[in-house]
């Protein structure tokens, strides 16, 4: 599938605090915790357990997060599909939209089941 300008604004203006709870009850229904979704978000992101509530609270849009965020240099290493979109394929114009469905796929792995260190990819040696 292919991203569209409407699809990565639409992506751009939700509400992170209204999709964090919904990525939160996935992974509770599977088993896993707040702590480990949070420790994922956290080695993507940049952000602690602090500082992702304070963008909670503050209700800030996907666009501020990311821009807020410092993406692990290791993120490139993050493929596959989500919603049925091939990470790698989306184009560099669509930054925020591909740090969103990485994100996911993190968070989908977590769900899956998928250990730790494996989640939070290290360059190979």
């Known amino acids: 599938m292919k991203v569209t300008a409407e699809k990565n604004e639409k ?3 939700m509400i992170f605090a209204s999709i964090y709870p919904l990525y939160l009850d996935r992974l509770e229904k599977n088993g896993r915790t707040k702590e480990e979704l949070n420790q994922v978000i ?3 992101t940049g952000f602690d357990q ?3 509530q304070v963008l909670i609270e503050k209700k800030v849009t ?3 997060f990311f821009q807020k965020a410092k993406i692990h240099p290791n993120a490139h290493l993050i493929k ?3 919603c049925g979109y091939r990470i790698e394929e989306i184009e560099d114009e669509f930054e925020l939209y591909k740090q969103c469905r990485r994100m996911e796929k993190l968070i989908d792995e977590l769900a899956r ?3 730790m260190e ?8």
């Open 42 to 44: 956290e080695w993507f």
């Open 62 to 64: 996907f666009r501020t």
């Open 11 to 13: 992506v751009a203006n």
């Open 118 to 125: 494996k989640i939070l990819r290290e360059e190979k040696k």
């Open 113 to 115: 089941g998928r250990k």
């Open 80 to 82: 596959g599909v989500v």
């Open 50 to 52: 602090d500082a992702l």
